[in-house]
């Protein structure tokens, strides 16, 4: 048996004993407010008998499913814990107080105060424990993706997987907007270089056209950065031109 397996069966049998426990505490709870109501003039009437503790009990459960919303929107909720409070409390109180409704407290052994209050208390606990085991089966997919394949290349396949192309990414030397593009210093320095070879000679003029011509874009600092790399070369045609010796 896997260990997924085992926590499975572990976790589905928790859950009946919880149900289980859930249902006898209610019941047990619910027959003995019953019984008090019984007592104290609904005697009668057995159907307003029976219905009367659900307007204690029912405080519990709504209280509790609305606690369980709350944390599933990560959210809290103060109208659900106080629902959940009074039905919680007016119910434990309600069976205690009902052990001694003849009025002769002082007779009541202390183990009979016991018995009433474990049931609502079982009760409560166990349907806590139910909604919270309910919260995380629900949650759980949302923030623990299923990972059961148990194939460990899949994280790394997908990581490895180059990033898409992101639409807004101009290539490079693409105009925007119709207007040139900016070229680096090494791209200028060969434009220039060229021009120099055609004309013998190479001023800001002269350069700027033939940025121009290659349909790019050069700033003043540009320039003068470009006109002081190509000086040495610009003095050397200068120095074997027709005119020189």
Do not use: C
Request: net charge neutral; proline share 7%.
């Amino acid at each position: 048996m896997t260990k997924q397996a085992a926590e499975r069966y572990a976790l589905v049998a928790a859950g009946l004993v919880i149900v289980g426990l859930t249902a006898g505490g209610f019941w047990l709870s619910y027959a003995h407010l019953a019984e008090v109501a019984g007592q104290h003039g609904l005697g009668g009437s057995p159907t307003r008998q029976w219905a009367w503790p659900a307007t204690l009990d029912a405080f519990i459960v709504a209280g509790e499913l609305l606690m369980l919303r709350a944390g599933l929107r990560r959210v809290t909720d103060g109208w659900s814990i106080a629902l959940t409070a009074v039905g919680s409390v007016g119910s434990i109180a309600l069976n205690v107080a009902g052990v001694s409704g003849t009025g002769h407290a002082g007779r009541v052994p202390v183990l009979d105060y016991v018995v009433a209050a474990v049931p609502p208390t079982a009760a409560l606990l166990a349907f806590g424990v139910l909604m919270r085991q309910i919260h995380q089966l629900v949650d759980q997919p949302a923030h623990h993706p299923d990972t059961a394949s148990g194939d460990p290349a899949a994280p790394s396949t997908a990581s490895s997987a180059p990033p898409p192309e992101r639409s807004g990414q101009v290539p490079e030397r693409v105009p925007r907007g119709g207007r040139p593009a900016k070229a680096t210093v090494a791209e200028l320095v060969e434009i220039g270089r060229t021009a120099l070879a055609e004309h013998g000679t190479l001023s800001r003029s002269l350069l700027r056209k033939a940025v121009k011509g290659s349909e790019l874009t050069i700033g003043s600092d540009r320039q003068t950065e470009v006109m002081e790399i190509l000086r040495p070369e610009i003095e050397a045609a200068a120095g074997t031109g027709p005119g020189h010796g």
